[in-house]
Each structure stands twice: as structure tokens, then as C-alpha cells.
């Protein structure tokens, strides 16, 4: 009796281990009792270290810098202004709040289509209630981060309670939420005239309007917090592998719920500072903003931490897409070019994150 249950232990224990060295594995650490012999090449010969950080870690950047030229060299009095530099880096607010809504869920292994219409609801509630009804606009503004809040609740019950695909409930809560955006305006641009709320985002501080470090700080804490934090490593461990973090004794369904609320979180205050910024909202072009947060969060995972979800990659990935579809607009290419460019951006940055994840498993 006593020799099958230490028999089953040692099985039960066989799994685990076995388990763990297979996401050991799929982040790219090498397996302790059969390591992989590295690759030796001539570029690994002769390529200095630094070289090779660059080219593996920074090269966006380096392309950044040389699509940056090109058009300064071309057009050197319009792109070289500091009106060009501020339209680049003080514009991208929303988009910058709503891809680190994208890039949390991504993080843990869930997908959510519906962070755009979630946006969308809250950028039209604020004037919706603070300039059609005259309520109080920081009270529309904390009701429109509830209906967000909500919209993350259901999401995480239908998925992680229910077991649905991700694809399935975000894509139909998305829709949804389109909907319910279009019949509480009207099917028309509502708006609403705050200075107080205008000015919590573009307030001009060194020249940049103040939404503008909003996102950076964003940015820089999400990168604390996946990075020194417990919960950022669980966050990370999850998304690897979901069973062996359970096994780890990782709270799995919790951390998977708690993403889809935070991304709902982003994704609201991405709606309260689209007011803010412009005024007013257009119901029916929320689902315009998902493409471009989708192809910013991926294109991220080509810099910095190389096929990984990673929020400074994902700024960077904003702004060099932003260049480059600013750079095209004054050479005299029309409305079009911004589609074609996000839409090929998707395509590229997706082929190079499963690159990078192949070299990193072959180096």
C-alpha cells in the first residue's frame, strides 16, 4: 500500500517536473538535464556583443531613425519643425492607453477584441450625460469608467467562469457595445464643452500637451510592474502556461479576470481622454481603433524584449508607426494611406514576433 502511494507521488511529481521544463523551454531557458548546444555560426563568431544587442533588441529603432531622416532629408522644413515633432508625440494619447489595454490581456494568454467598443461607450457616455442631461462631467466621467468596468466583468465571467473562447465573447461584447454606444447617441458626434475636463489633458508642460506623459508614465509602470513585481512575473507565468503556473500554486482565474478588468480600466480612461482632448465622440468609428493597438502591441514584441509583450516595445511601436504614416500624409498621400500602413504593419510585426521567438529558441 505505502510502495503505490510513494509509486503515485513520484508520478504526480514526474508531471510536474516534466511540465516545467517544457515552459522552461517555450521562454527560451535552457533545460537543465539535456541542454541544447548553441548554435555556432560566423555571426556569432565575429559579431561583437554590442552589435549583437542592437540588432536583436533595437533594430525598430534604428529603422525609426532612418525613416526619420529620409523624411527630413526630403521635406526639411515641414517634417523638421517642432510642429511636426508634437503632432508625432503629442497626438497618440488614446492610442498609447488603448494598446497597454490590448498588451495586458495579451500578456496572460487572452485575447480581447472588444477594448476599442469599450472606449467607444465611454467616450460617448461623458458627453452623452455631462452635455445632453447636465450631469456634474466628473460624475459622468467615474459612470462611463463603471459601464467600462462592467463590460470587463462580463468578458472575464464568460471566459474564465464560463470557459468560452476569448475570440467569441470579446468579438460579440464588442459588437454589443458598438450598439449600445450608437443608440445612446443617437447615431450621431455628441460633445460636450468642459475647460475643467479639457485641460486634465491638454495642458500644455514643456511644450508637450500633459496627456502626453499620462502614456509614458503608463508605460513605465506596467513595465515595473511585469518586470519587479510578483504579480508581473505570475502575470508573465500565466500566459506561458496556465497549468504549470496552477501547479505553482498561481490563483490562474483570478489573474486572467483581473486582466480583462484592467484592460477594460485602460480602455475607459482611453474613452475620458478622447473627450478631453477633442471634445466630443463619433459612436460608429470606435472599431477604427482597434487595428492600429493591435499592430502597435505586436510590433512591440520585435523590440526590447524580443518576442515578448512588452509596454515599452509597444510605445516605440506607436510612434514609428505614427512616423511613418505622418511622413507619407505630407509627401501628399491621402486618407487611404494610414489603413494600408496599420493594416501592413499588423501582418509585418506578427511574422517578425514569430522570428524573433524562432531565433531566440535556435541562439
Given amino acids: 500500500m505505502n510502495d503505490s502511494q510513494t509509486k503515485s507521488s513520484a508520478e504526480r ?57 529620409v523624411y527630413y532629408i526630403l521635406m526639411p522644413t515641414r517634417f523638421g519643425s517642432w ?27 487572452e485575447f480581447d477584441l472588444s477594448i476599442a467598443s469599450v472606449m467607444g461607450i465611454a467616450a460617448t457616455l461623458v458627453p452623452v450625460l455631462a452635455g445632453v442631461h447636465g450631469w456634474n462631467v466628473w460624475l459622468a ?41 450608437q443608440m ?32 509614458i508614465l503608463l508605460a513605465v509602470a506596467i513595465a515595473y510592474i511585469l518586470g519587479w513585481t510578483p504579480l508581473g512575473r505570475s502575470m508573465i507565468f500565466v500566459g506561458a502556461n496556465p497549468e504549470v503556473a496552477r501547479l505553482a500554486g498561481i490563483r490562474v482565474q483570478r489573474i486572467r479576470a483581473g486582466a480583462y478588468l484592467a484592460g477594460s480600466l485602460l480602455a475607459g480612461l482611453a474613452g475620458v481622454i478622447m473627450v478631453a482632448t477633442v471634445g466630443g465622440f463619433d459612436s460608429s468609428t470606435s472599431a477604427t481603433y482597434l487595428l492600429p493597438a493591435l499592430a502597435a502591441v505586436f510590433l512591440g514584441t520585435a523590440v526590447v524584449q524580443p518576442g515578448m509583450f ?43 514576433a514569430k522570428v524573433v521567438r524562432d531565433r531566440s529558441k535556435t541562439d
Fill in 83 to 109: 510642429g511636426a515633432f508634437s503632432s508625432i508625440f503629442g497626438s497618440q494619447q488614446v492610442l498609447v492607453f488603448l494598446a497597454m489595454s490590448a498588451m495586458i490581456t495579451l500578456v496572460v494568454g
Fill in 13 to 69: 511529481l514526474s508531471e510536474q517536473t516534466g511540465l516545467t521544463e517544457r515552459i522552461l523551454s517555450d521562454s527560451g531557458e535552457p533545460e537543465h538535464q539535456t541542454p541544447r548546444p548553441r548554435r555556432v555560426t560566423l555571426r556569432s563568431q565575429f559579431e561583437p556583443a554590442w552589435l549583437h544587442t542592437i540588432t536583436s533588441k533595437y533594430a525598430l529603432v534604428l529603422v525609426w531613425a532612418a525613416m526619420a531622416l
Fill in 184 to 215: 445612446v447617441s443617437g447615431s450621431n458626434i455628441v460633445s460636450v464643452n468642459s475647460p475643467a475636463l479639457s485641460k486634465i489633458a491638454t495642458q500644455e508642460v514643456l511644450g508637450m500637451p500633459i496627456s502626453f506623459y499620462y502614456g
Fill in 310 to 352: 512588452n509596454p515599452i516595445g509597444t510605445i516605440i511601436a506607436i510612434y514609428f508607426l505614427t512616423t511613418g504614416i505622418f511622413g507619407l500624409q505630407l509627401l501628399g498621400f491621402s486618407g487611404w494611406i494610414q489603413n494600408v500602413f496599420y493594416g501592413a504593419g499588423l501582418v509585418v510585426a506578427v511574422t517578425l
Fill in 141 to 181: 466621467c467615474l459612470v462611463a469608467i463603471g459601464v467600462c468596468l462592467l463590460a470587463g466583468a462580463v468578458n472575464a465571467f464568460f471566459v474564465v467562469v464560463m470557459d468560452v473562447s476569448s475570440f467569441v465573447v470579446t468579438l460579440g461584447t464588442g459588437t454589443l457595445l458598438i450598439g449600445l454606444a
